[in-house]
């Protein structure tokens, strides 16, 4: 979707708030919600949270200390056997 001017349009903000509109409506927000924004005391702000969150570097430490935790279990089994 795109958003265009016409000489006519006497608002210019309201271009911006329209590609807001969309994006809002995009994202699953619910119509008479997003149409809110429109209002002059009104204002919007999408934040992207992908960037902020990583689930990578999670998995990775969470695979590491899985890895110790197994490679010391196989140790002390062994030292179990090794003296009994």
């Known amino acids: ?7 006519k349009t006497r608002d210019p903000c309201i271009i ?3 590609r807001d ?6 994202r699953s927000v619910p119509a008479p919600q997003a149409i809110k924004i429109l209002g002059d005391e009104i204002q919007c702000d999408i934040i992207k949270i992908s960037g902020l969150v990583c689930n990578k570097v999670f ?18 089994y062994g030292l179990v056997l090794f003296y009994c």
Not at 21 to 26: D, F, G, T
Request: with cysteine; aromatic share 2%.
């Open 1 to 7: 979707m795109t958003v265009l001017t016409t000489r």
């Open 16 to 18: 911006i708030k329209v």
């Open 21 to 26: 509109l969309i994006k809002l409506l995009s």
């Open 59 to 76: 998995s990775k430490d969470f695979a590491n200390v899985l890895m110790r935790v197994v490679l010391l279990a196989c140790c002390l």
